[in-house]
């Protein structure tokens, strides 16, 4: 067995890779082209694939992991995150 038959990754945080792409960005822009092509607009569903899957890398590039819960954390009500916690205005939690 030749070295060059395996692919090492540089790291061990190294996402998964579909082709050249990492993964999540090409699943992306793959359902935009197959939702162009179900409904017969195949430009737009590149144009929104490219459009997409630019803009999903460049928040991913500039947020790092965990970007989408930072935002769902901020913009969404808190009583859809906190509903299990106290409430943090509650200073005792267990008698006097």
Known sequence: MEEEDYWIPRNLDAPPLMFMWEADSAI??????IVGGVLNMFLLG?????????GYAYLKEEGGRGLLMKILFWYTPSELW???RIPSHIRE???G
Request: proline share 0%; glycine share 10%; net charge positive.
């Open 28 to 33: 992306l822009v793959l359902f935009w082209l």
């Open 46 to 54: 590149v144009v929104l694939a490219i459009s997409f899957g630019r």
């Open 82 to 84: 906190l509903s299990k």
């Open 93 to 95: 939690y267990i008698g």
